[in-house]
């Protein structure tokens, strides 16, 4: 079981650095070409914020846009938390 778990988070990491040479390359291409990327990110936080999760929000509904997220994403009540507490703070949302 520990073997595996190590194997997963080695893996973890790997694809995160992966990701990161990613993103940068893009930061990169898009400043070279004249391109603000701003827009784009909101849009694209904005899209992978779950409907239900909104929705939630909007009605002051912390607790329930939490469970939402964790239904829609599969994951733990922690990180659940982390990522609509900081959907809401970045737009106002948090009572």
Known sequence: MFGSTARLESQIAQLQ????QQEQ????LAQRAGVDLGPLA???E???MPSAVR???ERGNLIAAIKEYRTATGTGL????RAVEAYADSRGLRR
């Open 55 to 57: 929705t939630e929000l």
């Open 78 to 81: 922690a990180e659940a938390k």
């Open 42 to 44: 909101v849009q694209a």
């Open 17 to 20: 650095r992966r990701l990161s």
């Open 46 to 48: 904005e899209a992978s």
């Open 25 to 28: 390359m893009l930061q990169l």
